[in-house]
């Protein structure tokens, strides 16, 4: 169902502090929107089901953006399944149901592309694919907690009207993310790495082979992607930049950046995750979306920043 984000609208944006958090508040509000709900994990523990209960019973939000999570890349996916299954479960829980009873006109859910099926990974994936068969083991705990949140959704709609999308994303990137050098997800991770190396001495290693294939999209360019689709849309849409590179391309791109200072190291012994992963955007670029950052600009922004900012950014 089409709906319109009025400058007028009380919009809540969970994970406001966060990759694509940050980029939606900062999204809506040059857009004019009057009212951006950003609280964040201090103010609002999405964990706590009567928190979050409260806060929507007070502030009575009319549309939800929901891209908070708990996040680890392939590492951290590997050490901890079971808390990243269950904080995931209980967020996306306790979020949606209070969407249901307090009226909210329509959420917007963040996906993530782990949750197709290994066998499908070197297919061009539709939306319609997700139960196809069982995800990658690499992300199995995250991916299987994403599909629970769609099948939560879908069944609210089915039963109580709730409108919805949830926006199956590639691999995200940009300022605001987690940059976990160790357990982070792969451009984040490079980013600490190459700075600490340059800064610091020592040599960045990357795991796996780096023929591993991903399509990767700023954070900005998400932000859009997912107004857009709110306004437009409704169910599960593919969300990227349409353009699948390798992670030795972004190897090499973060190279060029930091003008071929840092010495590599590939670790080889060390898993690839999923070798092959790119989505049918056909329903995204139906209502007109094209990204305005290459995986260079990208690369570069998401780097300087980090520059800047360090050692505030988030780890």
Same mark, same amino acid.
């Given at each position: 169902?089409?709906?319109?984000?009025?400058?007028?609208?009380?919009?809540?944006?969970?994970?406001?502090?966060?990759?694509?958090?940050?980029?939606?508040?900062?999204?809506?509000?040059?857009?004019?929107?009057?009212?951006?709900?950003?609280?964040?994990?201090?103010?609002?523990?999405?964990?706590?089901?009567?928190?979050?209960?409260?806060?929507?019973?007070?502030?009575?939000?009319?549309?939800?953006?929901?891209?908070?999570?708990?996040?680890?890349?392939?590492?951290?996916?590997?050490?901890?399944?079971?808390?990243?299954?269950?904080?995931? &479960?209980?967020?996306?829980?306790?979020?949606?149901?209070?969407?249901?009873?307090?009226?909210?006109?329509?959420?917007?859910?963040?996906?993530?592309?782990?949750?197709?099926?290994?066998?499908?990974?070197?297919?061009?994936?539709?939306?319609?694919?997700? %139960?196809?068969?069982? @995800?990658?083991?690499?992300? %199995?705990? !995250?991916?299987?907690?994403?599909?629970?949140?769609?099948?939560?959704?879908?069944?609210?709609?089915?039963? !109580?009207?709730?409108?919805?999308?949830?926006?199956?994303?590639?691999?995200?990137?940009?300022?605001?993310?987690?940059?976990?050098?160790?357990?982070?997800?792969?451009?984040?991770?490079?980013?600490?790495?190459?700075?600490?190396?340059?800064?610091?001495?020592?040599?960045?290693?990357? %795991?796996?082979?780096?023929?591993?294939?991903?399509?990767?999209?700023?954070?900005?360019?998400?932000?859009?992607?997912?107004?857009?689709?709110?306004?437009?849309?409704?169910?599960?849409?593919?969300?990227?930049?349409?353009?699948?590179?390798?992670?030795?391309?972004?190897?090499?791109?973060?190279?060029?950046?930091?003008?071929?200072?840092?010495?590599?190291?590939?670790?080889?012994?060390?898993?690839?995750?999923?070798?092959?992963?790119? !989505?049918?955007?056909?329903?995204?670029?139906?209502?007109?979306?094209?990204?305005?950052?290459?995986?260079?600009?990208?690369?570069?922004?998401?780097?300087? %920043?980090? &520059?800047?900012?360090? @050692?505030?950014?988030?780890?």
């Amino acid at each position: 169902m089409s709906v319109e984000i009025a400058t007028t609208d009380s919009v809540l944006v969970t994970g406001a502090g966060g990759l694509v958090g940050s980029a939606l508040v900062e999204e809506l509000r040059s857009r004019g929107v009057e009212t951006v709900l950003a609280p964040r994990r201090g103010e609002l523990n999405l964990l706590d089901q009567q928190a979050v209960f409260d806060y929507f019973e007070q502030h009575r939000p009319v549309h939800v953006f929901h891209p908070a999570a708990k996040v680890f890349g392939l590492g951290g996916n590997t050490r901890f399944p079971g808390e990243m299954f269950y904080e995931n &479960a209980l967020i996306n829980i306790n979020v949606i149901e209070a969407c249901r009873r307090f009226g909210v006109r329509k959420i917007t859910a963040l996906g993530t592309g782990c949750v197709y099926p290994e066998s499908l990974g070197g297919s061009l994936l539709r939306e319609d694919q997700v %139960w196809d068969g069982a @995800p990658h083991g690499s992300e %199995w705990a !995250y991916a299987q907690a994403k599909r629970a949140m769609l099948a939560q959704l879908v069944a609210y709609q089915q039963q !109580y009207e709730l409108d919805f999308v949830y926006a199956i994303s590639g691999n995200l990137y940009g300022p605001g993310d987690l940059f976990d050098a160790e357990n982070g997800h792969v451009i984040p991770s490079l980013v600490a790495k190459f700075h600490r190396a340059l800064t610091e001495g020592g040599k960045v290693t990357v %795991w796996g082979t780096g023929r591993a294939e991903r399509d990767f999209c700023f954070s900005s360019d998400t932000a859009r992607a997912l107004i857009m689709s709110h306004e437009q849309l409704t169910g599960p849409v593919n969300m990227g930049s349409g353009v699948v590179v390798t992670i030795r391309d972004v190897v090499e791109g973060l190279v060029e950046v930091t003008n071929g200072a840092v010495e590599l190291e590939w670790d080889a012994t060390k898993p690839d995750g999923q070798m092959r992963r790119f !989505y049918d955007l056909s329903k995204l670029q139906s209502i007109g979306f094209q990204p305005q950052f290459d995986l260079k600009a990208g690369l570069r922004s998401t780097y300087e %920043w980090y &520059a800047k900012n360090y @050692p505030h950014v988030r780890r």
